[in-house]
């Protein structure tokens, strides 16, 4: 889906994730690396993808998380052409 991001930037921000140990330090990293508003805004985009892997309308969403139609459009876009990262994801965590 669009530009391949893995560079080796991308790889050492991969790596980073992966050297956490559990939730706890996952939250410390990302309070410090992300703003509130960024983590509200993939917080966000989770709970679209958690409904439009439900089969609930965009109305639906829309109205219980607040999201913009953009929005929900871009991450059902990402079910349809992306890397497979949200079902991937939602099915490991169970939702």
């Known amino acids: 889906m669009g530009k391949d991001i893995r560079d080796n930037d991308f790889n050492r921000l991969c790596d980073a994730f992966l050297s956490l140990n559990d939730r706890e330090e996952v939250y410390k990293f990302l309070s410090d690396l992300c703003t509130i508003k ?10 679209v993808a958690t409904l439009l892997k439900n089969k ?5 969403i829309a109205e219980e998380t607040g999201a913009s139609t953009a929005t929900i459009s871009r991450v059902n876009r990402a079910f349809s052409y992306g890397d497979d990262g949200y079902t991937m994801v939602l099915d490991r965590i169970g939702d």
């Open 38 to 47: 960024e983590i509200d805004s993939m917080k966000q985009r989770l709970e």
């Open 56 to 60: 609930e309308t965009y109305q639906k």
